[in-house]
């Protein structure tokens, strides 16, 4: 190659043009369809309305037995969900172990069809299956994470050990290894970084979904939320949610040094 001539850029796949065409078209086609009413949304009537509305909000209620009180149920949705996350995980690895293949098609198949049908099923409707067999309070809303958690993880982690480098499992085993040992000390400390982070990533998530699951009388701080904005007591609602607020922050920075950590 000549010096100063740059070789040519290699062709583009036309299946990506036709995606992304597909792409601007679905788009088009939603906000067209869609009775997008922004005039309504931004008008006098309706600024001033949102604003006399949020304005209730203020000052939060600072009062020490609320502020006790808050902080329990913060304590309970924190618990809902890492105990939520912990038995999905719990319940995830075994599972994506036959999805990932390990145990011939079928059960590939199989599996992978109950780690769609588990994730497939938001919390909010788990939830409320759930609260009519185990009753109200954060129980029902535990089992809601760990069931929608685990189809994610579980699609996740067989992922994960599907694109495993397959040489040093048959490296073992070749050398006379057992299945379980060659799977332990090869693939399985490939995958768990990711795995871990993954597991850190749905924790997050199921922060946001505990607080959400207390609307439908899964306890924690939804579930207060719900009482006082039902009851338009806004100064304790704006308490509650800067609650909320705050235990995502700190879940999420916690969450984000953990991540750090693993990928050093």
Known sequence: MKRGILPAAPPRPWSSAVLLLALAALAAASFASLPLQWTALFSAAALASGGEFFAGFAPPELALPFVRKTAWAA?????????????????????????????????????????????????????????????????????????????????????????????????????????TAAFLYATLPQTLPQMLSYTL??????????????VVGAGGLGQMLKYHLSLFQMQKAATVILAMLLLVALVDALSFALRRALTR
């Open 75 to 179: 304590a309970e949705t924190l618990s809902m969900s890492a105990l939520g996350t912990l038995l999905a995980v719990a319940a995830a690895l075994p599972l994506a172990l036959p999805a990932a293949g390990r145990f011939g098609a079928a059960a590939r198949g199989a599996m992978r069809t109950l780690l769609n049908v588990l994730r497939a099923v938001p919390e909010l409707v788990w939830a409320s299956i759930l609260l009519i067999a185990a009753g109200l309070g954060p129980f029902g809303g535990t089992l809601a994470l760990a069931l929608h958690t685990a189809g994610v993880l579980g699609r996740l982690f067989a992922d994960a050990l599907e694109n495993a480098a397959p040489l040093p499992e048959h490296s073992l085993r070749a050398n006379g290894a057992a299945p």
């Open 201 to 214: 990533y749905r924790w997050e998530n199921n922060i946001r979904a505990a607080a959400i699951l207390g």
